[in-house]
Nanobody
């Protein structure tokens, strides 16, 4: 069992920055592909970013088009933590952000699948 706890959300003005953290316990995240998702009120949960491995176990990052160039996902396996650095925030980024872990396939996160989910942290971007 993996427990994921997000932190770092809050209220920020458009153009500002936040860094979200996802602290994992129970298992080392080195065995997992990790990702971030978000869900805005009245919207479906949306894939945001993932950090996974390719066939030769090289880190591969992926982002939804709307956050490319603004968000950066990273991981620190020694701290068992995944981060999402969010810059140039827009009101459209307002959502509950959740991290997720999956060990079955690197493609699972992009396809909205994960073995474990955090409870989420609220990010609100004002106009």
């Amino acid at each position: 069992q993996v427990q994921l706890v997000e932190s770092g959300g809050g209220l920020v003005q458009a153009g500002g920055s936040l860094r979200l953290s996802c602290a994992a316990s129970g298992r080392t995240i080195s065995s997992y592909n990790m990702g971030w998702f978000r869900q805005a009120p009245g919207k479906e949960r949306e894939f945001v970013a993932s950090i996974t491995w390719n066939a030769v176990r090289i880190y591969y990052v992926d982002y939804v088009n709307s956050v490319k160039g603004r968000f950066t996902i990273s991981r620190d396996d020694a701290k068992n933590t995944v981060y999402l650095q969010m810059n140039s925030l827009k009101p459209e980024d307002t959502a509950v952000y959740s991290c997720a872990a999956d060990r079955s396939s690197p493609a699972n996160l992009r396809n909205g699948m994960a073995d474990y989910w955090g409870q989420g942290t609220q990010v609100t971007v004002s106009s």
